[in-house]
């Protein structure tokens, strides 16, 4: 019995793990059960690998994740299909404009206007942006979505490129000029003054050269139109987008006025439409095209009455 004894607790010195039937009712021995023992060795090379693939896991997680404050601007860099460019680099938050003088931007030259007398519409802009002065031509920016919504709409039966825009009265019986000459950066650093002084030159020029129609490329410049007529900005119930009533036709005067077919002229009918600005987020690119397409399928259909008239 007591060498049983002894051969026993000589196991149990020599490292035997197995535990012993019944626990023991001491404090260390209640601590004992809970000691780990590592069942296998470990491999340091295997320790090692492992170490390296998770700081590669946690470095490539990193780089997947957008650092705060520098998620890119919504139609600041669009690709010509409206979606955002692959080879844009993110930008920093963009700072709301302000009034700025004329002075400011008194180096850049002024865009002409692309006009002549019976054109089936003229597209009214709200001001050339820094990259149409420079360039010369209408709605010169990348971002800029006109060209390709008069493709989509139907009023040009291809995608026209910026500098084609002197060409449009010849190419589509359609012309282009703006409520205020000057350029600036977008139409923030314009004043509401300035806005609304620009109807009157803009109604003498639509008198003048007598379209059918007039396309307003924004909701803000008809609201300073009704403001310069009315004291006021529209209110919620009087905006629409699209035809206008027939009393709203620009370029009316007190007199008869007969265009270059010989019609009694009272005026081209408006047509409000969405801004294109790559800057104007209001609406979504698909309720653009929505708001876009009646006027583009008008255009095409006067068009071609026009050239089944002329027999070509």
Request: net charge positive; hydrophobic share 30%.
């Amino acid at each position: 019995m007591v060498h049983t004894r002894a051969a026993a607790a000589a196991s149990k010195t020599q490292g035997d793990i197995e535990p012993p039937a019944k626990p023991s009712p001491s404090f260390k021995g209640g601590l004992e059960q809970f000691q780990y023992a590592p069942a296998t060795s470990i491999d340091p090379d295997a320790t090692r690998a492992r170490k390296v693939l998770s700081v590669k896991n946690s470095s490539a997680n990193r780089q997947l994740k957008r650092p705060r404050g520098q998620d890119t601007e919504d139609n600041a860099d669009l690709d010509s299909k409206g979606s955002p460019s692959p080879s844009s680099s993110k930008k920093k938050k963009r700072t709301p404009s302000k009034y700025a003088d004329p002075s400011k931007y008194a180096h850049l030259p002024t865009p002409r206007d692309v006009l002549k007398a019976n054109l089936i519409c003229v597209f009214v802009g709200t001001n050339p942006g820094i990259r149409t002065a420079t360039a010369g031509h209408a709605y010169a920016h990348p971002s800029n979505l006109f060209w390709k919504l008069l493709h989509s709409s139907g009023c040009t039966d291809r995608r026209c490129k910026p500098e084609e825009d002197v060409h449009l009265p010849r190419l589509y019986a359609m012309g282009n000029t703006n409520i205020v000459e000057r350029p600036s950066k977008d139409a923030a650093e314009l004043s509401k003054a300035e806005m609304a002084a620009g109807t009157p030159i803009l109604e003498a020029k639509i008198l003048k050269y007598k379209p059918e129609a007039v396309c307003i490329v924004g909701k803000g410049i008809w609201e300073s139109v009704w403001r310069y007529r009315y004291g006021r900005p529209p209110k919620a119930s009087e905006f629409k987008y699209g035809w206008q009533d027939e009393k709203e036709n620009l370029g009316k005067s007190e007199g008869e006025e007969v265009d270059g077919e010989g019609n009694l002229w009272k005026g081209a009918k408006v047509f409000v439409a969405t801004s294109t600005s790559g800057l104007s987020a209001s609406t979504r690119p698909a309720e653009k095209e929505a708001i876009w397409k009646p006027f583009g399928e008008w255009v095409k259909g006067r068009r071609a009455e026009r050239m089944g008239k002329s027999g070509t």
